[in-house]
């Protein structure tokens, strides 16, 4: 299909994923976007979520990505990220098991607060990918 | 003959060293190309920052100039500087820690006026500072073969924090920088605070060539990152620090092993001119003694 584009995908570790890619769904900060082929020049800061992949084969690749930055020009995506899980490697068990931890958190501070909102959204996240598998 | 079964003794005792630092060279070997591996993969996340960086340097000083904790700026000066110093766990690795220290201990002279923090990474470094009684603030021993990213990172969250706090002027890490498998050579990296990128931008392309949908601003993008191109700096420290550290084992091991080889080689020469001798001096006490005889 010619309606690719090229998608990297990079950790400070190893280079994750490079495929073309027909849509990409990255995790912004602010939420959930998805880019085409063709987009628009594109810089955006990157949080913890799930990232999915489909490519040209139309298979859909699933991730879960710590933060980052996604650049998307000249037709080619580059998502930089901290950390990014494959959804095969999502261990259930700890993920619920740390979402059950988070969620019996006592939060007493604004910082405590955000931690905690954050960790049940991250282990969340890795168990709704977990079950794209 | 009493002085043939010393020289076999030490045969065998060369051959017995041969076998182990044959052994250690091919296991330096290997972790060598898994080293560079490593640090070969990191590359294209470094560059990406770095060129994300460059983008973002343009089009923020295009609206005046960047300030940031991390940045150089003109504040008063306390007089404390910070270094890391990063040397090998184990020996048997040639000059690797020696020229590491030797560049170490340069810094520490040339900044005497300063109050310099000093903070070790590795055994060998440790074991030094203490015979020539420089008091070290802290020592890392987390940090092995594989340094993991993610305790990299907590190392550099730490030093961002201590010199955002104003406790000093600069951090600076000493450790082997990798040029190429046959060149390595200590570097001191000043980790803070960071060169401009307005500046450093500013020298190489004009403003920014593309137009970014940029989320959210590009000056609080770039704040975003400059935390970044601390960590990858360090980690990029680390990474090659690992990998001079088993190129240089490998080498010294290797000569070690052609030295043994010579040695028993030699030792061997010796022992068949040992033995020789003996049977020739017993043949002539027998012919010696037959012609006493007669």
């Given at each position: 299909?010619?309606?690719?584009?090229?998608?990297?995908?990079?950790?400070?570790?190893?280079?994750?994923?490079?495929?073309?890619?027909?849509?990409?769904?990255?995790?912004?900060?602010?939420?959930?976007?998805?880019?085409?082929?063709?987009?628009?020049?594109?810089?955006?800061?990157?949080?913890?979520?799930?990232?999915?992949?489909?490519?040209?084969?139309?298979?859909?690749?699933?991730?879960?990505?710590?933060?980052?930055?996604?650049?998307?020009?000249?037709?080619?995506?580059?998502?930089?990220?901290?950390?990014?899980?494959?959804?095969?490697?999502?261990?259930?068990?700890?993920?619920?098991?740390?979402?059950?931890?988070?969620?019996?958190?006592?939060?007493?501070?604004?910082?405590?607060?955000?931690?905690?909102?954050?960790?049940?959204?991250?282990?969340?996240?890795?168990?709704?990918?977990?079950?794209?598998? | 003959?009493?002085?043939?079964?010393?020289?076999?003794?030490?045969?065998?005792?060369v051959?017995n060293i041969k076998r182990i630092t044959k052994t250690m060279q091919m296991i330096a070997t290997a972790r060598f190309q898994a080293a560079f591996r490593r640090a070969s993969a990191?590359?294209?996340?470094?560059?990406?920052?770095?060129?994300?960086?460059?983008?973002?340097?343009?089009?923020?000083?295009?609206?005046?100039?960047?300030?940031?904790?991390?940045?150089?700026?003109?504040?008063?000066?306390?007089?404390?500087?910070?270094?890391?110093?990063i040397a090998s766990n184990r020996g048997l690795c040639g000059g690797y820690n020696a020229n590491i220290l030797?560049?170490?201990?340069?810094?520490?002279?040339?900044?005497?006026?300063?109050?310099?923090?000093?903070?070790?990474?590795g055994k060998k470094?440790?074991?030094?500072?203490?015979?020539?009684?420089?008091?070290?603030?802290?020592?890392?021993?987390?940090f092995g073969d594989n340094p993991?990213?993610?305790?990299?990172?907590?190392?550099?969250?730490?030093?961002?924090?201590?010199?955002?706090?104003?406790?000093?002027?600069?951090?600076?890490?000493?450790s082997m920088g990798f040029i190429s498998m046959a060149k390595q050579t200590p570097k001191?990296?000043?980790?803070?605070?960071?060169?401009?990128?307005?500046?450093?931008?500013?020298?190489?392309?004009?403003?920014?060539?593309?137009?970014?949908?940029?989320?959210?601003?590009?000056?609080?993008?770039?704040?975003?990152?400059?935390?970044?191109?601390?960590?990858?700096?360090?980690?990029?420290c680390f990474n090659e620090a690992v990998v001079g550290e088993q190129i240089a084992r490998m080498v010294a091991m290797k000569a070690a092993t052609d030295s043994a080889g010579k040695m028993?080689?030699?030792?061997?020469?010796?022992?068949?001119?040992?033995?020789?001798?003996?049977?020739?001096?017993?043949?002539?006490?027998?012919?010696?003694?037959?012609?006493?005889?007669?």
């Amino acid at each position: 299909m010619a309606d690719t584009f090229r998608c990297t995908l990079v950790t400070p570790e190893r280079q994750v994923f490079e495929q073309d890619v027909t849509y990409a769904s990255i995790p912004a900060w602010d939420g959930q976007m998805g880019l085409m082929h063709q987009r628009a020049p594109l810089l955006v800061k990157l949080g913890n979520g799930a990232m999915r992949l489909d490519d040209a084969a139309g298979k859909s690749h699933w991730y879960f990505v710590g933060e980052g930055f996604a650049q998307m020009r000249d037709d080619k995506l580059s998502l930089v990220v901290g950390a990014a899980v494959p959804a095969e490697e999502i261990s259930v068990e700890s993920a619920q098991a740390q979402l059950k931890e988070a969620l019996a958190r006592v939060a007493l501070t604004d910082e405590e607060a955000a931690r905690k909102t954050r960790d049940i959204e991250r282990s969340r996240s890795m168990l709704s990918i977990h079950a794209h598998v | 003959m009493a002085k043939t079964r010393e020289i076999k003794r030490r045969i065998r005792a060369v051959g017995n060293i041969k076998r182990i630092t044959k052994t250690m060279q091919m296991i330096a070997t290997a972790r060598f190309q898994a080293a560079f591996r490593r640090a070969s993969a990191a590359q294209p996340y470094t560059r990406k920052i770095a060129e994300l960086v460059g983008e973002l340097a343009a089009t923020a000083s295009a609206g005046g100039t960047i300030s940031h904790p991390l940045l150089k700026s003109d504040k008063p000066a306390t007089g404390r500087k910070l270094l890391l110093v990063i040397a090998s766990n184990r020996g048997l690795c040639g000059g690797y820690n020696a020229n590491i220290l030797r560049v170490a201990t340069a810094f520490l002279r040339d900044n005497k006026e300063a109050q310099i923090d000093l903070e070790i990474v590795g055994k060998k470094a440790q074991a030094y500072f203490k015979f020539i009684g420089r008091p070290v603030a802290k020592s890392y021993t987390q940090f092995g073969d594989n340094p993991r990213y993610e305790d990299v990172v907590q190392l550099a969250d730490q030093y961002m924090q201590l010199f955002t706090a104003g406790g000093y002027d600069s951090i600076d890490v000493i450790s082997m920088g990798f040029i190429s498998m046959a060149k390595q050579t200590p570097k001191a990296v000043r980790l803070l605070p960071l060169e401009n990128p307005a500046a450093v931008a500013g020298e190489k392309a004009p403003a920014a060539s593309v137009q970014y949908d940029f989320s959210p601003e590009p000056t609080e993008l770039l704040n975003e990152l400059l935390p970044i191109t601390v960590k990858t700096q360090l980690f990029q420290c680390f990474n090659e620090a690992v990998v001079g550290e088993q190129i240089a084992r490998m080498v010294a091991m290797k000569a070690a092993t052609d030295s043994a080889g010579k040695m028993g080689k030699e030792l061997t020469r010796r022992y068949n001119r040992a033995r020789q001798s003996a049977i020739t001096t017993e043949l002539s006490e027998i012919i010696a003694g037959a012609a006493a005889l007669e």
